[in-house]
C-alpha cells in the first residue's frame, strides 16, 4: 500500500489556499470552500492510497476546483489564486486519469 504523498500535498495546498484567502481578504467562503474541498481531496487521496484504482472522489474534487477557479481566472485574468489553483487542478485530473489507465 503506497501513500498517495501527491494527493496528500494537493488536499494541503487547497485547504491552505481557503485559509490564505480568510487571512488576508476576511473571504469565510474563501475558508470554508478551502476546508471542504481539501478535505474531500484528503479523503480521495486516502482512497487512492488503499486502492490506486478509486479515484472518484479525488477526481471529483479536482475536477470541479479546475473547472471553477478556471473560470474565475478566465473572467478575472489574476493568476493569484485562480490561476495557480485551476492549474494545479488540471494537473491533478490528467495524474488520476493517467492512474486509472495504468
Not at 2 to 29: E, L, Q, T
Not at 37 to 47: D, H, L
Not at 80 to 100: D, E, K, N, Q, T
Amino acid at each position: 500500500m503506497a501513500i498517495d504523498w501527491i494527493g496528500f500535498s494537493y488536499a494541503a495546498a487547497v485547504a491552505f489556499g481557503g485559509f490564505m484567502g480568510y487571512k488576508r481578504k476576511g473571504s469565510v467562503m474563501s475558508l470554508i470552500a478551502g476546508l471542504v474541498f481539501g478535505g474531500f481531496s484528503a479523503y480521495g487521496a486516502c482512497n487512492v492510497s488503499n486502492d490506486p484504482k478509486d479515484i472518484k472522489v479525488s477526481l471529483l474534487a479536482a475536477g470541479a476546483l479546475a473547472v471553477v477557479m478556471g473560470m474565475r481566472y478566465r473572467k478575472s485574468g489574476k493568476l493569484m489564486p485562480a490561476g495557480i489553483m485551476s492549474g494545479l487542478s488540471l494537473l491533478m485530473v490528467f495524474r488520476l486519469l493517467l492512474l486509472i489507465m495504468a
